[in-house]
């Protein structure tokens, strides 16, 4: 299995509060991706980086942002949560980001903003 | 607009059937992969195909591409229990640096 942690597992928040998920990986991947998954929409993309200090928007950004300062860590923060960002989220990692390269999944985070 | 269609949503059958799930876009794709997802974790990819046409097998489970690269299949033959699972499926619309689109899902049950 490819080492990719995301910490918390689970967290029950507050409208209103800021929350910060992590993203931590050990294969020294160049790719890092943000996902979130709901029922009836899939997986949608949030943000990815390509790179330490580099990132770029996906389909769903609005209300998201992200930091790499290392390329091992990958950091979503949800500034002002709110209740529509109830979701699954996982974190991916990919070596070169190319289409025909696997994209390894972590094993989530369920966040429940009340 | 969801640019991948999955069908069926749901599938429930029992062990020793046969399914097929389809993925289906109006846009052509330069690749395409199969994941599949267990509750409570990440999609773990099956098979990445890119050439129109192309057929792949991974022991019980058949991928095939479509010809114009617009849809692909997957095919279980013999289904068993430890089957059950979310099929997704995701395309390259790009054929750049890889922003994958992905569908819903099937939610395929394999009763014993």
């Known amino acids: 299995d490819a080492g990719i942690t995301q910490s918390p597992r689970h967290k029950v928040t507050e409208t209103g509060t800021p929350v910060t998920l992590r993203c931590h990986q050990t294969?020294?991947?160049?790719?890092m991706y943000w996902y979130r998954q709901d029922p009836g929409h899939g997986l949608r993309l949030i943000h990815y980086s390509y790179g330490v200090k580099d990132t770029d928007k996906g389909e769903v950004s609005d209300g998201y942002s992200v930091s790499r300062s290392k390329t091992e860590d990958f950091l979503l923060t949800l500034e002002s949560a709110t209740s529509s960002q109830t979701s699954v989220y996982f974190c991916?990692?990919?070596?070169?980001?190319?289409?025909?390269?696997?994209?390894?999944f972590g094993p989530g985070t369920r966040l429940t903003v009340l | 607009t969801q640019l991948l269609e999955q069908s069926p949503q749901f599938l429930s059958i029992q062990e020793g059937e046969n399914l097929t799930v389809y993925c289906n876009s109006s846009s052509v794709f330069s690749s395409l992969q199969w994941y599949r997802q267990e509750p409570g974790e990440g999609p773990v990819l099956l098979v990445t195909?890119?050439?129109?046409?192309e057929v792949k097998k991974l022991k019980r489970l058949t991928f095939q591409f479509g010809d114009a690269r617009k849809d692909s299949s997957l095919h279980i033959t013999a289904a068993q229990p430890g089957d059950t699972g979310l099929y997704l499926c995701?395309?390259?619309?790009?054929?750049?640096?890889?922003?994958?689109?992905f569908g819903r899902g099937t939610s395929l049950i394999v009763h014993p």
């Open positions: 995701a395309g390259d619309l790009t054929g750049g640096s890889y922003i994958p689109t």
């Open positions: 294969e020294n991947h160049r790719y």
């Open positions: 195909v890119v050439t129109g046409g």
């Open positions: 991916a990692i990919s070596e070169s980001g190319s289409s025909t390269d696997t994209q390894y």
